[in-house]
């Protein structure tokens, strides 16, 4: 007898306007930080921020659009659970780890271009500030330092989620999400969609005032971005349940009422979030329901699909470059004496083809290398 949810498994294709979209994602982070170091105030550069967001929605979809089994057949004790956890380490501790050591052996010269940095042009929110003087902190002499960021624990310390350059907080958010994923997905099968979604919708409108907003502190702790799970646990959720309902409809088992249900549950997880979210994450769902054939074309184009392939390398390489090209710029280049658009422009022309070779090249050598090693070693181990 055929198995239908086998066929239905099999059946999932690869969404290539999400590579456009994710690429999308990772220029919008680049291209914001950019803005940032140059004092170049755009609205849509400003928000930025919101792009790390959208990366957890498209985190939680692809989870369990590649999921190698039935969801509804899942079982937390098993080969899929083991390749799942593997799969995931070797894509992306060794680009991680790689970046991790330069930013140690350049760390003291980093902090103080960036300092010189945001004294020469400081940051919006520092404006404000009376005797704003900025004094970067990144210690990697102590061991706490080493444990948490190889564990990718050092989200779940508060005050150490900014403690390097690179924007990592977000990977260790999506690593306490790959942590509790297996038990979200029996969740899912035993109880309620909707009071998953609601539960989660609710942490996330209570994580501000309790463990902080950036700036401000919270109840309990001070979180200087949302690097603890229960900030955006919502956002990964938003991302599972078009997944899953893409999973039921391919197995034909989706009424009406459960129609309903997802939807419901969907606008629960992504209500917490920022409005430009909401109407992101409407475009996001229009592709995975290929309801915007237009935009999908546009996404799809190879140009996008090159840059998705290696769009974590820019996400996580591309202030590693930012920095220091700005500290020149500033000291040596007189970009002060400029508008913020001319130093933007000028920033964009001298770093983005850096960025990009770079990115390539991390992905060549480091990506595909470290995701080629693991595919070989698991086919011996088998």
């Known amino acids: 007898m055929v198995d239908r949810q086998s066929i239905a498994i099999g059946n999932y294709s690869h969404l290539s306007s999400l590579d456009g979209f994710r690429a999308s994602l990772a220029l919008w982070v680049y291209l914001g930080h950019l803005a940032a170091a140059v004092g170049f ?30 969801i509804t ?53 520092a404006q404000n500030i009376i005797g704003y003087s900025p004094n970067t902190n990144w210690n990697f002499d102590s061991f706490r330092w080493f444990w948490t960021h190889a564990s990718f624990l050092f989200g779940l310390v508060p005050g150490m989620e900014n403690s390097t350059p690179l924007p990592d907080w977000s990977l260790s958010l999506e690593m306490q999400f790959y942590l509790i994923l297996p038990l979200l997905l029996i969740g899912l099968n035993k109880i309620s969609v909707p009071v998953i979604a609601i539960l989660s919708a609710l942490i996330a409108f209570v994580s501000p005032k309790l463990f902080g907003n950036y700036l401000d502190a919270g ?88 840059l998705g392939k290696i769009s974590y390398s ?51 050598w480091i990506e595909k290398t470290s995701v080629s090693f693991w595919k070989n070693l698991s086919l011996k181990l088998k």
């Open 41 to 70: 105030q755009n609205y849509l550069l400003d928000l930025h921020p919101l792009a790390v967001d959208l990366f957890m929605v498209l985190s939680g979809f692809l989870m369990v659009h590649t999921w190698k089994e039935p």
């Open 73 to 125: 057949q899942y079982q937390l004790f098993s080969k899929t659970t083991l390749s799942f956890y593997s799969n995931r380490f070797f894509r992306i501790a060794p680009l991680y780890y790689f970046l991790l050591l330069v930013c140690y052996l350049w760390s003291p010269t980093l902090a103080h271009m960036h300092d010189y940095s945001l004294k020469a042009i400081p940051p919006v929110w």
């Open 219 to 306: 109840i309990l702790s001070h979180f200087g971005q949302p690097s603890f799970l229960p900030y955006r646990l919502n956002a990964f959720l938003a991302g599972m349940l078009p997944a899953l309902f893409l999973q039921q409809q391919l197995l034909q088992t989706l009424s009406p009422k459960n129609k309903a249900l997802f939807l419901i549950s969907a606008l629960l997880c992504i209500a917490p979030l920022s409005k430009p979210v909401i109407v992101a994450y409407a475009l996001f769902v229009l592709l995975v329901f290929n309801r915007a054939p237009l935009i999908s074309r546009v996404l799809s184009i190879s140009p996008l699909r090159f």
């Open 314 to 364: 820019i996400y996580l390489c591309h202030i590693l470059i930012v920095i220091p090209m700005i500290y020149w710029l500033i000291k040596d280049a007189g970009l002060m004496a400029m508008s913020s658009v001319e130093r933007f422009t000028i920033g964009l022309l001298l770093t983005f083809p850096i960025v990009l070779i770079c990115s390539y090249l991390l992905y060549i």
